[in-house]
């Protein structure tokens, strides 16, 4: 088990989270970002754009947001910081999850909201790593008919849809 894990940590390089996820209009969603283990006491943040160079931050762990819009945790265990973004708008489609790098470039994931208003039908997931491990939390959710989430013991991840 620890090879594996071990394995599958080796290749995040930084910062690792979903690709696009799709969800309705009105509801909320926690999005998972995962990051190597020498950046657990580093400040994570959620930036709001397009962009990379005038994306603007919406929450930091450091910092909470008086809006209640976004909020931030960081399981520094897991090393998984998960973004939760409420109220969803059709306008809320395009974040980067960040660890912030003092004297260096922080490292980021751009991740892609499908906010829609019928039926929320899929999760698509470009690039993400999982850990292994006996009581794993879920790894991403939406308030929709699909949920992704982190099996514990042997067996590999599953997309599950109903």
């Not at 999005?31 to 994570?44: A, F, R």
């Not at 976004?70 to 998984?80: A, E």
């Not at 973004?85 to 751009?110: F, M, P, S």
Request: charge should be positive; glycine fraction near 6%.
């Amino acid at each position: 088990m620890y090879k594996l894990q071990e394995t599958l940590w080796g290749c995040i390089q930084g910062i690792t989270t979903v690709g696009k996820v799709s969800v309705k209009t009105g509801k909320s969603i926690s999005i998972p970002c995962l990051y190597e283990s020498q950046y657990k006491n580093h400040v994570k943040y959620l930036c709001k754009g397009y962009y990379w160079n005038s994306c603007s931050y919406a929450v930091k762990t450091d910092t909470a947001d008086p809006s209640g819009k976004y909020s931030i945790s960081d399981d520094k265990n897991q090393q998984i910081f998960t973004v939760t973004i409420n109220q969803l708008a059709y306008e809320n489609t395009d974040y980067w999850c960040v660890v912030e790098i003092n004297n260096g470039a922080d490292y980021r994931k751009y991740f892609k909201l499908s906010v829609t208003s019928g039926k929320c039908t899929s999760l698509y997931i470009f690039y993400i790593v999982f850990r292994i491990s006996s009581g794993a939390p879920a790894v991403a959710s939406c308030d929709c008919e699909a949920w992704l989430r982190d099996v514990t013991g042997t067996t590999a991840p599953q997309l599950t849809s109903w």
